[in-house]
T-cell receptor, first 113, second 110 residues
Framework: QQQVRQSPQSLTVWEGETAILNCSYE??????FPWYQQFPGEGPALLIS?????DKKEDGRFTIFFNKREKKLSLHITDSQPGDSATYFC????????????FGQGTKLSIKP | ETAVFQTPNYHVTQVGNEVSFNCKQT?????MYWYKQDSKKLLKIMFS???????VNETVPRRFSPQSSDKAHLNLRIKSVEPEDSAVYLC?????????FGAGTRLSVL
């Protein structure tokens, strides 16, 4: 039973394009949604996060769009760079509870120069 | 340098052996975690420790046991490894709303 689902499993875009990574969840009590970025040979690192009281969160080229009614969110990466090539994990929890973070299975993003 | 440090980076062993992985964080956090990342990159929490008290223990096999000497250290021992234990084991610590991960220990069980 996968409570947090991501799609696509892998994505390839050209440098300069916008990459869109999707995430959905099941538990309506989830109210905190971080995205983690993982490069090969490293641990995941927090990229950007959103709380359910907001429908959009922007940080430079990274933007989260959140739809509470549909239990969906997406990560948009504009002006994609080769250095953005990584695996991106959507996660969810209730009330910032790191011990209860549920991770999706990840989207492997490749940026072609 | 403040971060989460894991040793070893890699470990190859045979079925039935005992292994131990080390983790140290210099971030001053109160809570530490062990996650398992399988071959499909799925991340699953195994344990969390807050001030040496186990506060989350997911349904992991009993051959796995966390060991902590102080809040900066959380080691992981596997008593008798099995093939399905092959994975990357990630240690992490947390502040209010962020997990900080180490680089992981990749375990291969032959």
């Amino acid at each position: 039973q996968q409570q947090v689902r991501q799609s696509p499993q892998s994505l390839t875009v050209w440098e300069g394009e916008t990459a869109i990574l999707n995430c959905s969840y099941e538990d309506s009590t989830f109210n905190y949604f971080p995205w983690y970025q993982q490069f090969p040979g490293e641990g995941p690192a927090l990229l950007i996060s959103i709380r359910s009281v907001s429908d959009k969160k922007e940080d430079g080229r990274f933007t989260i769009f959140f739809n509470k009614r549909e239990k969906k969110l997406s990560l948009h990466i504009t002006d994609s760079q080769p250095g953005d090539s990584a695996t991106y994990f959507c996660a969810a929890s209730e009330n910032y509870n790191q011990g209860k973070l549920i991770f999706g299975q990840g989207t492997k993003l490749s940026i072609k120069p | 340098e403040t971060a989460v440090f894991q040793t070893p980076n890699y470990h190859v062993t045979q079925v039935g052996n005992e292994v131990s992985f080390n983790c140290k964080q210099t971030l001053g956090h109160d809570t530490m975690y062990w996650y398992k990342q399988d071959s499909k990159k799925l991340l699953k929490i195994m344990f969390s420790y807050n001030n040496k008290q186990l506060i989350v223990n997911e349904t992991v096999p009993r051959r796995f046991s966390p060991q902590s000497s102080d809040k900066a250290h959380l080691n992981l021992r596997i008593k008798s490894v099995e093939p399905e234990d092959s994975a990357v084991y990630l240690c992490a610590s947390s502040s209010e709303n962020t997990l900080y991960f180490g680089a992981g220990t990749r375990l291969s069980v032959l």
